[in-house]
Structure formats: C-alpha cells, structure tokens
C-alpha cells in the first residue's frame, strides 16, 4: 500500500523560506512522476510542482522562479524548497504521484504571514 507522509510546514513571514518533505513508500519516487499539491481554506485542491522519472520539473505560474521540486532517491523522498513565500502561498501542501493515488498522506500546513 502507498504511503505519503508530508512535512516541513510551519509559520513564517512573507520573504521568507521553508523546505517540505514527503516521505514516501509503497512506490518508488525515481520511477514515477510525483507531484506537489496544495489546498487553500476554502479553495479546491490546486497543482503546484512536478518531476517526472528523468527528472524534468514544471510549476505553476505562481511559483515559478520561487519553488523548486527535487527527489532523494536513496531516501525515496521527494522535496520542495519553497522561497521568497507569499501569503497567497497559505495552504497545506500534499504531495502524490501523477497520476494520483488514492492515498492523500494528511499534507503540511504552511502559513505566511507577519
């Protein structure tokens, strides 16, 4: 069975940075696209970054410039370096594979604000 643990969130000041974790077993990160996903109060689940098995990475135009998506494959842990964070960044962020399981781990909140 799958499993997608994420970590990493927290509080912190626009500008600032955090780098979340998703630890996963039951597939290997190397050999599947995995993607980053977030979910704002109120808001539907929304794409943020992925990397492909060759290591090919996208982001949505917000992000872009700001996040970076990367794995660990001796670890089968997928990353994403999250910097200059805005406020409209606040949500709590998931990672799955693409396309997805349908094993959502409980996600990382991560909150930008002074």
């Known amino acids: 069975q799958v499993q997608l643990v994420e970590s990493g969130g927290g509080l912190v000041q626009p500008g600032g940075s955090l780098s979340l974790s998703c630890a996963a077993s039951g597939i290997r990160v190397y050999q599947n696209m995995m993607g980053w996903y977030r979910q704002a109060p109120g808001k539907r689940r929304e794409w943020v970054a992925d990397?492909?098995?060759?290591?090919?990475?996208n982001y949505r135009d917000s992000v872009e410039g700001r996040f970076t998506i990367s794995r660990d494959n001796t670890v089968n842990t997928v990353y994403l370096q999250m910097n200059d964070l805005k406020p409209e960044d606040t949500a709590v962020y998931y990672c799955?594979?693409?396309?997805?399981?349908?094993?959502w781990g409980q996600g990382t909140q991560v909150t930008v604000s002074s």
């Open positions: 990397i492909s098995s060759e290591g090919t990475t």
């Open positions: 799955n594979r693409i396309p997805n399981t349908p094993y």
